[in-house]
């Protein structure tokens, strides 16, 4: 841990906080829309007022996003880009009076000029259950969620956590409204619930046009291009991966259930994973470890989605399990279909339209590749992506067609992800040979096949995503929900300890069980961030604050408290308690131990004596606001105070209640002239 001052210390905070805004803006100039965030559980991400998150490109653009996990910063990427695409046959085209056997409009996975003559958003909400918690470190407010969660409206009886709801006109004449569920609960927060509605208004541009006329054959159509290698490569071409891993060219594809007859029919998904990199240095890349220095796995987790629900129809809503009829991948730099293009070029529609259309492949992606390098298959330098086409559907006027999906992300938790990089490293350098035990229990000398098969794990992690998904969709939405988190948080700073109080709204949920304390030392949301628990009790302890006296100075620390139940309601892990997410109070905010000055009232520039030069500190410093100490007083002698910053203003504070006015110039009146040797 890196040992700071106070004066570095505020220009870190200053500088994370210009980091984050400056991330939303680049991102909110690289889609061409607005953006709002979902971020209050482990999968985080930003989405577009268009619809889709595409690939941006050009200086400042962001690349790269669906964070998870999210708690170790916003290296922790999934996904390169995505795209949405409508397409029918036979449509006449009002706007310049024809009609085109193919047509297909859209957005991504690469955004262009003519997005906004495609697409015309019209609402943008993010809604919530119920506000974020006030969080406040050293009276600043210290919670990510003050920028990235502002609710447009509140419903504390609505079925999800947060959900951003997004409505858009477009060129081919449908109206989408989609609904992006997200929930804080332990066992649902890596996953988003996509709720989709396509109606055949008619309106085809932004000043709300309409021509009225049937769709047929119409498909709705999503790309997934997945890119999973994270903090090993940042997109200036940084870390201990491959550059070409940050947009996919190693990552493997995989699609399930496209038979619902098959015996092993599960339910209908694709997912991805890093695939080893045949330039890699190491014996064995699964994982993308950090052979330079922890063996810390970067891409130990996996992607993908899953079906919820596709009409069968316009007319049949029950759904149907042959959807999506399209799961080919396809080359995520194919110049004949991904590039930019005009709605009026029939030959790249129709291009598109085939690709929409594909069905699904003889062999899935990961089949094709087998036990050979993904970035070496295929001639397409970009790797191959993620498609799923729902139709064709006959859409009259009026008509609408619902689909719904879940996207998620899982793998190895951060802390198995340390032990097991932590084991295969000391064996692959030579300098230990800890134990191997391998996911079912046996042991083992092998460490690449040790590290491979807790990599590999991540694809039961993830279809359990699917299934947690599937039981809440079917569910109606409402599993069962841990204590809320304590609106208020609180935590100052102190000389001697770091005290933490919040407030005790969680006790009236009816399964309430106590809280749990987490702290992370020097790093906040980073890869290097470890999150232990500090402190925890029951509902027959219950308490509402606590002093953390094992804290040393020098040293920066961020906390959250979390509210959980008896385990009594956990459908997925009976008996273990339900937690509320660490995000709604986790700070952004460090706290540290202070400075402790014996100040003496009236010498305010602590020079050892009360004379005429003492005016000047208060009017340097007058109305800075600090700590208030123990005694408002003026008598002489010394007095323990709390360092402020700028640490003048502690001295300044002649009376010691907090605030430099007026009031402190009496103290040097009533100690004119005293000495003391405590410079």
Request: hydrophobic share 35%; aromatic share 14%; charged share 20%.
């Amino acid at each position: 841990m890196i040992q700071l001052s106070e004066k570095m210390r505020t220009c870190r905070i200053i500088c994370m906080s210009l980091f984050f805004i400056l991330f939303g803006l680049s991102a909110l100039k690289a889609q061409g829309g607005d953006l709002k965030w979902l971020r209050i559980g482990e999968l985080q991400d930003c989405f577009s007022e268009y619809g889709t998150e595409v690939e941006s490109t050009g200086p400042g653009s962001i690349a790269n996003n669906m964070f998870w996990p999210a708690a170790y910063g916003l290296e922790q990427t999934c996904s390169r880009a995505k795209a949405f695409w409508l397409g029918a046959r036979n449509f006449y085209d009002p706007v310049i009076d024809r009609t085109y056997y193919f047509k297909v409009v859209g957005i991504g996975p690469r955004s262009d000029a003519d997005d906004s003559s495609r697409v015309f958003p019209y609402d943008f909400l993010l809604i919530g259950k119920y506000l974020h918690p006030t969080v406040i470190v050293d009276d600043l407010s210290a919670s990510v969620h003050d920028i990235y969660d502002a609710p447009d409206e509140v419903d504390p009886d609505f079925p999800c956590d947060r959900m951003i709801v997004t409505r858009f006109h477009t060129s081919i004449g449908v109206t989408v409204t989609k609904k992006i569920m997200a929930w804080a609960q332990p066992y649902h927060d890596n996953y988003f619930i996509y709720d989709y509605v396509l109606k055949n208004t008619g309106i085809i541009n932004g000043e709300g046009e309409i021509y009225q006329q049937t769709l047929t054959d119409f498909v709705f159509f999503l790309q997934y291009r997945y890119a999973l290698v994270g903090e090993a490569m940042t997109s200036w071409g940084q870390g201990w991966g491959q550059f070409e891993a940050t947009w996919g060219r190693n990552t493997v594809n995989q699609v399930i259930g496209t038979d619902p007859t098959a015996p092993d029919y599960r339910f209908r998904a694709l997912y991805s994973w890093y695939g080893p990199h045949s330039m890699q240095p190491v014996s064995d890349d699964w994982g993308c470890p950090d052979y330079w220095e922890d063996g810390m796995m970067s891409a130990a987790r996996y992607a993908g989605a899953v079906v919820l629900h596709a009409d069968k129809s316009a007319h049949d809503k029950s759904d149907d399990i042959c959807q999506p009829a399209t799961t080919h991948y396809m080359g995520s730099d194919d110049i004949t279909v991904q590039p930019p293009y005009s709605q009026y070029n029939e030959d790249f529609m129709q291009a598109r339209y085939v690709i929409m259309t594909a069905g699904h492949a003889e062999k899935t992606h990961a089949e094709e590749v087998g036990d050979g390098y993904a970035n070496e298959w295929g001639d397409d330098g970009g790797g191959y992506t993620q498609t799923q086409g729902f139709g064709p559907y006959v859409l009259e006027p009026g008509d609408s067609i619902h689909i719904v999906l879940a996207e998620g992300a899982a793998g190895l938790s951060r802390e198995k992800n340390r032990e097991v990089g932590g084991n295969w490293i000391s064996w692959y350098n030579g300098v230990g040979t800890p134990a191997l035990i391998m996911p079912d229990g046996s042991v083992t000398t092998d460490y690449d096949a040790y590290k491979r098969e807790w990599v590999k794990t991540g694809e039961d992690s993830v279809l359990q995503t699917f299934q947690n998904a599937l039981q809440n969709f079917y569910s109606g939405y409402t599993m069962p929900q841990p204590p809320p988190p304590p609106e208020t948080f609180t935590v100052r700073s102190g000389g001697d300890r770091i005290k933490l109080s919040w407030s005790d709204n969680a006790t009236l949920h009816p399964h309430f069980n106590g809280y749990q304390i987490y702290r992370a030392e020097g790093t906040v949301m980073t890869p290097e961030t470890e999150y232990t628990l500090i402190f925890s009790c029951d509902a027959a302890d219950a308490v509402h604050d606590y002093e953390d006296v094992n804290v040393y100075r020098g040293f920066d620390y961020f906390y959250s408290v979390v509210s959980r139940d008896d385990g009594s309601t956990n459908s997925i892990n009976p008996g273990m308690p339900l937690k509320s997410s660490m995000f709604w109070t986790l700070t952004n905010v460090p706290a540290y131990l202070r400075m402790i000055f014996n100040v003496y009232p009236g010498d305010t520039d602590n020079n050892g004596v009360v004379n005429a030069l003492d005016v000047l500190p208060i009017g340097l410093n007058f109305l800075s606001e600090g700590f208030a100490r123990d005694t408002v007083s003026f008598a002489w002698g010394p007095s323990q105070a709390e360092s402020w910053y700028p640490a003048i203003s502690t001295f300044a504070d002649a009376n010691g209640d907090g605030t430099v006015d007026e009031k402190d110039v009496i103290g040097i009146g009533v100690n004119w002239g005293n000495t003391h040797s405590d410079i």
